[in-house]
């Protein structure tokens, strides 16, 4: 659905050239939601303006939807974006208009009769969960309910492609997790090809299928979300897993715990996908001489399965220590052994 071959992007500024966008090369599948994930500066919105042809690259081929966008003129630019389409931080409604006619706007640009638009209105309304507000002004909503809207007409058009840039930001913790499953959603019933930019973890782990992290213009790393949780590579990739596993906080409270206990071993285990399942503890207790103490523990849910960490701390005798270690690294876990003394 989306092709991106050595792609770069230079802006000219009268303090030099600024590469924002450095030789990427991505492949998006149809129906999947592809993750790109970077700090500020890292990029990421010049990328997705090059989706939409909102920018023309400095070298490089985009393909998105079966449209060369590196080519495309004004015209087929504007057919194009029918089939590409995009939801805003900051929502870009329009404030005049009502619910309903801001979603009805695409409609009436691509000049859909005025009945049948009203019609394909309330499918969207909804679609999105906005019955009832149909006659409010932007001004009379929550942000969730305005990105509902930005969603709504995006959807007008029946895209093949949503692009989505940093649709949660503005939005508190309870009201992204409702706009982001509503986008799984969407993704599942409609088939809808998603690409999102953001700089929070937590939105990759909640929906995404696959994704890519950004630095200096450049894709420093891919993959599919749990292999990438599981395994990061590239050190600013370990900084965004651990927002989400090891939260501040929890970090400095294992290792005020990891402090407390100057024998046995404290042990990380990290569990992936069906894994999370295996009574992996139970049989650690039952068939070996030590003692298991639960110092902290998370689970998270991802698109594809379940990724989480547990620390135990185990005491006894050395041999049986070694024995419980042994059969821990023979499960479908991995074990960290941490130094305690
Ligand atoms: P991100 O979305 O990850 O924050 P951007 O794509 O906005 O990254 O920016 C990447 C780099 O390109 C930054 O150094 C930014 O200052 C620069 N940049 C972005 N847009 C322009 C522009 N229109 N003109 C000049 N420089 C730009």
Redesign the pocket.
């Known amino acids: 659905m989306i092709k991106l071959s050595e792609v770069s992007?230079t802006?000219?500024?009268k303090t030099g050239n600024?590469?924002?966008?450095d030789n990427v090369n991505i492949q998006v599948d149809k129906g999947e939601i592809y993750g790109i994930i970077?700090?500020?500066?890292?990029?990421?919105?010049?990328?997705?303006?090059l989706l939409n042809g909102l920018?023309k690259p400095t070298g490089g081929t985009v393909e998105v939807a079966g449209k060369r966008m590196d080519q495309i003129g004004e015209s087929g630019l504007r057919k194009a974006r029918q089939q590409i389409s995009m939801i805003f931080q900051h929502f870009n409604l329009l404030w005049s208009r009502t619910v309903s006619e801001n979603i009805g706007f695409p409609l009436e640009i691509a000049g859909v009769p005025k009945a049948k638009r009203l019609q394909r209105v309330k499918e969207l309304i909804n679609l999105v969960g906005l019955e009832g507000r149909e006659n409010a002004y932007p001004s009379q909503l929550s942000g969730g309910q305005k990105q509902r809207v930005g969603i709504a007409r995006a959807l007008a058009n029946n895209p093949q492609v949503l692009l989505c840039d940093?649709a949660t930001s503005a939005l508190d913790p309870q009201t992204t997790d409702s706009i982001l499953d509503l986008l799984v959603d969407i993704n599942k019933r409609l088939g809808l090809t998603i690409v999102l930019?953001t700089?929070e973890m937590h939105v990759i782990r909640k929906i995404c299928h696959r994704v890519a992290v950004?630095e200096n213009?450049r894709i420093v790393e891919e993959g599919k979300v749990l292999q990438v949780f599981q395994r990061p590579e590239q050190p600013i990739t370990k900084r965004f897993v651990q927002q989400i596993t090891e939260p501040e906080d929890a970090k400095e409270t294992i290792d005020l715990l990891i402090k407390q206990y100057q024998t046995g071993k404290v042990v990380q285990l990290t569990f992936v996908g069906d894994s999370t399942g295996q009574p992996v503890i139970n049989e650690l207790i039952r068939e070996h001489q030590v003692n298991v103490n639960i110092l902290h523990g998370k689970i998270t849910q991802t698109q594809s399965g379940a990724y989480g960490t547990l620390f135990l701390h185990l005491e006894g005798e050395d041999s049986e220590l070694n024995h419980a270690l042994v059969f821990l690294k023979q499960q479908k876990v991995e074990v960290e052994v941490i130094p305690n003394a």
């Open positions: 992007k802006y000219s500024t600024i590469t924002a966008v970077g700090y500020s500066g890292a990029g990421k919105s010049s990328l997705i303006r920018e940093e930019i700089h950004m213009g």
